[in-house]
């Protein structure tokens, strides 16, 4: 069925007179096969239904090759089967109900196929299910409650596809999850607060759905969460202040939603915080002074709100900092000479605000500064400091729609990578 003699190695398949524990890919246990590992050997064709006679197989690796058709409902009996993998392929069909009866079932991967239709309930069945991943695939219906019941479940994967509907607040049972992807679906609704209960999870992964409210205020419970990833929904409300409690996130990402409200001044417990993701949105008052407080922050993304008031000086305390987006808001004070502190910034982007005064000549020692510095369209004067002759990885600089005078220092010709420059 699967085209063995075209197969990249297809050692004892062809001669079948052979031993059959001694072919490529076939491991055996007191003769029998418990094992075949066949990932990206060229198998083509479909998985032949005389699968199911392998009762003592525990692991089956097909990932990686050009295996179409669907997965036979044979494959339900396989009951000492432990690791299921079919990932990377063109299988498609529907998910068998049967696979519900491999109990003994840890990993199953059919993730990157073209498999439609829903998840069976029946997967709630598989009680010793440590990861489950369904990813990229055409999959649609709902996330079945049922998936509640795999109180062993380390991982879940079942981003890129059509589900729809709300999650359900059974995942708060799951208390071993360590990973939720369920990105890029159309799922819509709140996010349960019973998410607060997995407090083993590390990662979770639900931007780019249609999901609305608020961010629950039990998010803070979740202890061990390194990465949150919420971008591109519609939620809105305002940031939750117990976000403060969250002491091993290093990544959040807010991007592209409808959250207002300011950003609060808990955020500076975030003492392993590394990105702060808040671009698009309708965050307003100031940036806390405490954000300073968070050494180890590399990346802070605000631009595309309605910040008002100062740039706090305390910004200058962050010394890891390399990305500051700033722009498109509505600040309201001078440049700090504080941001001259920041010696590892290498992007620095304040451009369309209500800045004032003049160009702090401490700009001079961000000698990191990379790509684009983009000062233009706001309340500049004065003259252009001479220390900006310092910034020699610059390749563009635009400080165009300000009123500063006209005269430049010759010394920008120091700006080795300078190919574009813009002063109207």
Request: aromatic content about 4%.
């Amino acid at each position: 069925s699967t085209r063995g003699e075209e197969w990249l190695v297809n050692t004892g398949w062809i001669k079948e007179d052979e031993n059959h524990c001694k072919w490529e890919g076939v491991s055996c246990k007191n003769g029998f096969v418990n094992k075949l590992t066949l990932e990206a050997k060229g198998l083509d064709g479909s998985i032949p239904t005389d699968v199911g006679m392998l009762s003592n197989l525990r692991y089956l690796y097909l990932a990686e090759n050009k295996i179409h058709g669907s997965i036979p409902t044979e494959i339900g009996m396989m009951e000492s089967l432990e690791i299921l993998e079919l990932n990377l392929n063109a299988i498609d069909g529907t998910v068998p109900t049967e696979v519900g009866r491999i109990e003994r079932l840890n990993y199953l991967s059919f993730s990157d196929n073209t498999l439609h239709g829903n998840i069976p309930t029946e997967v709630g069945m598989i009680s010793n299910l440590g990861v489950f991943s369904l990813s990229a695939n055409n999959l649609h219906g709902t996330v079945p409650t049922e998936i509640g019941m795999i109180k062993n479940l380390k991982q879940l994967h079942i981003s890129e596809n059509n589900l729809h509907g709300t999650l359900p607040t059974e995942i708060g049972m799951m208390k071993s999850l360590e990973i939720i992807f369920l990105q890029e679906n159309t799922l819509h609704g709140t996010t349960p607060t019973e998410i607060g209960m997995l407090g083993n999870l590390i990662h979770l992964l639900l931007h780019d759905n249609s999901l609305s409210g608020t961010i629950p205020t039990e998010i803070g419970m979740m202890e061990n969460l390194v990465l949150l990833h919420l971008a591109n929904n519609s939620i809105s409300g305002t940031i939750p202040t117990e976000i403060g409690m969250m002491k091993s996130t290093n990544l959040l990402i807010l991007d592209m939603n409808t959250i207002s409200g300011t950003i609060p001044t808990e955020i500076g417990m975030m003492e392993h915080h590394e990105h702060l993701f808040l671009l698009k949105n309708y965050i307003n008052g100031t940036v806390p002074t405490e954000i300073g407080l968070i050494e180890t922050l590399a990346g802070l993304f605000l631009s595309n709100n309605s910040i008002n008031d100062t740039i706090p000086t305390e910004i200058g305390l962050i010394e890891s900092l390399q990305f500051l987006f700033l722009n498109d808001n509505f600040l309201n004070s001078t440049i700090p000479t504080e941001v001259g502190l920041l010696s590892n910034l290498n992007h620095f982007r304040i451009f369309s605000n209500n800045i004032y005064g003049t160009i702090p000549t401490e700009i001079g020692l961000l000698q990191n500064l990379e790509q684009v510095l983009n000062l233009s369209s706001m309340f500049l004067t004065g003259m252009v400091p001479t220390e900006m002759g310092m910034l020699r990885k610059i390749n563009a600089l635009d400080l165009s729609s300000n009123s500063l005078t006209s005269a430049l220092p010759t010394n920008l010709v120091n700006m080795a990578s300078l190919e574009y420059l813009n002063v109207s």
